[in-house]
């Protein structure tokens, strides 16, 4: 790949610069510049605990506190951004604690990460890697389990009788000889028991909620609208910034033009950041019709100007030649030299935006000595980091306030912190000009979502398979091509070995299917297009790859797709045990019903994946009308996710995976022509509509192990369960997508 045509960085990375810009005269505008370093490149409705303590409550260790007024607040360290971390982890602790569902109030964690660390991630605070529920298991369980523990021993202590003699159900403690009380009224006796070390946990057998239905903590407050997301703060004074970005990823602005603010009236400030310039107003409209009367003058000559048909063609190329070692079992290129038929097969992928339903935004106050953030907050650690550097404060002077999220799909979670740097950045250059305290509303339009980079990367996938005179897999050879998302982060050094990027080739190189001879390899180019992790990362690409090309060879073979697959599962049981649940609950092998129209074919399709330490496998069944159209009619679901927790929440994450991945594989694609995003809104860059959502059955295993990750698992295999379905109706391979027959 040509070195000069491809640049590792975003526009202004190198350094922070800070201008305050005087427009025209008569715009009322102030000039100043700021310049310093720039910041590390790292990684209960609307409440965050710390703020909201109670007074004289009984607080037995950072998860939870018990009131007074006897309600139970669970402390919650994981962002809830739809997923269900504010009933999953609230859950856990009233099941210990025996307290009663209505008792549970939730607010999330400040940022303290020695508190509230990720136990997956050492001493890091965040979101991410469907890992909330599988790290926090046993840590909310004990927070629920000792203080029930320092209840009884309070109640045993006031009525002078055995702690084995008491019992603790729905909220109340009680004892054999009538006595009862609520938790509120052993709260200050409680508080003066010793903290217990590790508790005793409840077998399986007496769980109370773990397991069963619950309500969630947050349907009531999203639905009357009274729960509280960044684009809902207000705080006086508080002025909004809407940020011009350069079109060209690695652009910088040359010149500004201010003079059109004039007729823009109730602009306040004009701040240049190192990310483009910002216009502040009392609102958003006015920030917005400033910042289009702005004339900035980008200067191009580091940008990034290839169109994705250029990037593919460079990718072509190094598809054609080894790559770097991810997988090695035996001698694949011997083994297809002597196979008696091989198939070869080419999978294209786009860049794809994550384009959540509340685009990027964040609220920041910087005093002289303290700075303040209101977000959706799902990197605290690095967020916290970041933000400390670029207002040059120390860590310990930002404060993090967590809110709910509209979503993220992994986009909240940058490596960079880029748009809660570009908050704190504005912010900066308004001190400097003596404007501290100030609060600064972020807001980025679906247009700046859509067009500001860190995508999931772009993909090729070549593959070299053959079979032998008996169907059987004989060799397999695998490349892939693609961008890596943390070079150049901090966790290069953790999750890069040997070049190899570990998210890139997740779900290929650990393939689960018995294949004696096989060679998984990886190029990865450096690419000048932000991109970072989107949900369920690797396996977003490489699940369609690896399951479309297995359903070719079960065709070539002529076998059943299903049971060629088991037949190479013989080493992955969970993997075959959800395969058979879904074939068996989508009557695989039993004809489909007849199409409604005339002419229309019909099929089945399957694929099987395990991310996140979650194995899911999809029965999907489409339509295909004589026009060349599709219909996804059914997707039939089967989850191996260990202990479900709250078994609503894995049925709705499913069923979104299921959406989402479906949104994508129909739709999905961010292009470039000229190094410009060609896509700005949901016009063109659809996302799938309720009307062809398909009918949905998910079925979970019943499991004792502990649970996983539900969060993303149920997105990658519905990409290719589609498109086998499709084969299977028109005996056509669909090999790119977003999926088309046309």
Excluded at 52 to 61: H, I
Excluded at 90 to 96: K, M, N, R, S
């Amino acid at each position: 790949m040509n070195p000069n045509r491809f640049v590792p960085q975003a526009a202004g990375m190198s350094r922070r610069e800070f201008r305050t810009v005087g427009a025209a005269a008569g715009a009322g505008l102030t000039l100043g510049i700021f310049t310093g370093e720039t910041a590390a490149q790292m990684s209960g409705p609307g409440k965050t605990a710390g703020a909201a303590s109670t007074a004289g409550s009984f607080e037995p260790n950072a998860f939870l506190r018990v009131g007074k007024d006897n309600s139970v607040t669970v402390v919650v360290k994981h962002l809830e951004m739809g997923q269900g971390t504010y009933t999953g982890l609230p859950t856990l602790v009233a099941d210990e604690l025996d307290a009663a569902w209505s008792q549970v109030k939730v607010v999330g964690a400040p940022a303290d990460a020695k508190l509230y660390n990720n136990l997956f991630w050492g001493e890091a605070q965040g979101t991410g890697g469907s890992t909330a529920m599988a790290n926090a298991f046993e840590q909310y369980r004990q927070a629920g389990a000792a203080a029930r523990a320092m209840l009884v021993g309070a109640a045993a202590e006031r009525w002078k009788v055995g702690p084995d003699s008491i019992v603790v159900k729905n909220g109340v403690v009680s004892h054999a000889s009538g006595r009862k009380a609520t938790f509120g009224e052993l709260a200050d006796a409680a508080a003066k028991q010793p903290v217990p070390g590790a508790v005793k946990l409840k077998d399986a057998k007496d769980f109370v909620y773990i397991g069963k239905h619950a309500p969630r903590t947050d349907s009531r407050a999203k639905s009357t609208g009274t729960a509280t997301f960044t684009q809902d703060v207000k705080l006086p004074d508080m002025l909004t910034a809407v940020v011009a970005h350069p079109p060209r990823f690695g652009a910088k602005v040359k010149s500004i033009d201010a003079a059109g603010l004039k007729d823009v009236p109730g602009v306040r400030y004009v701040v240049e950041v190192p990310s483009g310039v910002a216009v502040l107003a009392a609102n958003f409209w006015t920030a917005r019709k400033g910042r289009d009367a702005l004339k900035i003058e980008w200067d191009d000559a580091p940008a990034f100007k290839l169109s994705s048909s250029d990037i593919l063609a460079e990718y072509r190329k190094l598809a054609a030649t080894p790559g770097k070692p991810a997988r090695k079992d035996g001698d694949a290129a011997k083994a297809l030299a002597g196979a008696a038929k091989t198939l070869d097969a080419e999978y294209e992928f786009p860049y794809l935006a994550h384009a959540s339903m509340e685009p990027l935004n964040c609220v920041v106050r910087l005093d002289a000595d303290r700075c303040e953030v209101w977000n959706g907050e799902q990197f605290q650690t690095a967020d916290r980091l970041a933000v400390a550097k670029t207002v040059e404060l120390k860590p310990e002077q930002v404060s993090l306030n967590q809110l709910f999220a509209g979503g993220s799909f992994g986009r909240r979670a940058n490596p960079q912190s880029d748009y809660v740097v570009e908050a704190a950045a504005i912010a900066k250059g308004l001190a400097t000009q003596g404007k501290l305290g100030v609060p600064v509303k972020l807001v980025w339009t679906r247009e700046d979502d859509m067009k500001g980079g860190y995508y999931r990367p772009a993909y090729l996938h070549t593959f070299k398979a053959g079979l032998d005179a008996s169907g059987n897999v004989a060799g397999w050879q695998h490349r892939i091509v693609g961008q890596s998302i943390l070079v150049g982060t901090p966790f290069e050094s953790m999750m890069v070995k040997d070049g190899i990027d570990r998210t890139s080739v997740e779900g290929a190189s650990t393939l689960p299917y018995v294949i004696a001879d096989l060679t998984v390899e990886l190029h990865s180019p450096t690419v000048g297009v932000p991109v970072q992790w989107w949900r369920s990362v690797g396996s977003t690409h490489t699940a369609f790859a690896t399951e479309s090309f297995v359903d070719e060879l079960a065709t070539a073979a002529g076998k059943d797709p299903v049971a060629f697959r088991k037949a190479l599962l013989a080493k992955h049981p969970k993997h075959a045990e959800v395969l058979a649940l879904a074939a068996e609950k989508a009557g695989w092998g039993t004809p489909l019903a007849p199409a409604k129209v005339a002419g229309a074919r019909r099929g089945r399709g399957v694929a099987v994946h395990e991310s996140f330490n979650t194995t899911v496998a999809q029965v999907a069944e489409v339509t295909v009308t004589p026009d060349s159209k599709f219909t996804v009619d059914r997707v039939v679901c089967a989850v191996n996710c260990g202990l479900a927790v709250n078994p609503d929440v894995v049925r709705a994450q499913m069923e979104g995976g299921i959406g989402f991945g479906l949104s994508a594989a129909l739709y999905g694609a961010i292009t470039l022509k000229d190094g410009m995003v060609e896509q700005s809104n949901f016009h063109d860059h659809p996302v799938l509509r309720i009307n062809e959502m398909p009918a949905v059955e998910v079925h979970i295993v019943a499991s004792t192990d502990k649970p996983t990750g539900v969060g993303e698992p149920g997105v990658p295999p519905i990409a290719p369960a589609v498109a086998n379905a499709i084969a299977a109706a028109t005996g056509k391979r669909l090999r790119k997508l977003p999926l088309s027959l046309a």
